[in-house]
Nanobody, 121 residues
Framework: QVQLLESGGGLVQAGGSLRLSCAAS????????MGWYRQAPGKQRELVAR???????DYADSVKGRFIISKDNAKNTVYLQMNGLKPEDTAVYSC???????????????WGQGTQVTVSS
């Protein structure tokens, strides 16, 4: 199985920056896509950003120009640099990874535990 370990969440003032990290650990797998989702109270979970191993990235319209997603394929780690944070960015951010499992020759999706990001006014 694959485990996702997230870090970097916390409390930040509006206009500030925060960097999230998510590392996939385990063995005999290859990550195809890694990304970040978020869910605010009373809101549906939404995709924030995701990136393929080739570097193709997608962003939610609400974060374009402010957030940057990147990855280190060798470390199976994805990062989310969040700049110009707004109170509406407050949510639980969860890392997601789609991986190919060599042992079973199948794809699977994994979720991290989630990290709280709170942006104060």
């Amino acid at each position: 199985q694959v485990q996702l370990l997230e870090s970097g969440g916390g409390l930040v003032q509006a206009g500030g920056s925060l960097r999230l990290s998510c590392a996939a650990s385990g063995s005999n797998f290859r990550v195809n896509v890694m990304g970040w989702y978020r869910q605010a109270p009373g809101k549906q979970r939404e995709l924030v950003a995701r990136i393929t191993t080739g570097g193709t990235a997608d962003y939610a319209d609400s974060v374009k120009g402010r957030f940057i997603i990147s990855k280190d394929n060798a470390k199976n780690t994805v990062y989310l640099q969040m700049n110009g944070l707004k109170p509406e960015d407050t949510a639980v951010y969860s890392c997601n990874a789609e991986a190919f499992l060599y042992y079973s020759s199948r794809r699977a999706t994994y979720w991290g535990q989630g990290t709280q990001v709170t942006v104060s006014s």
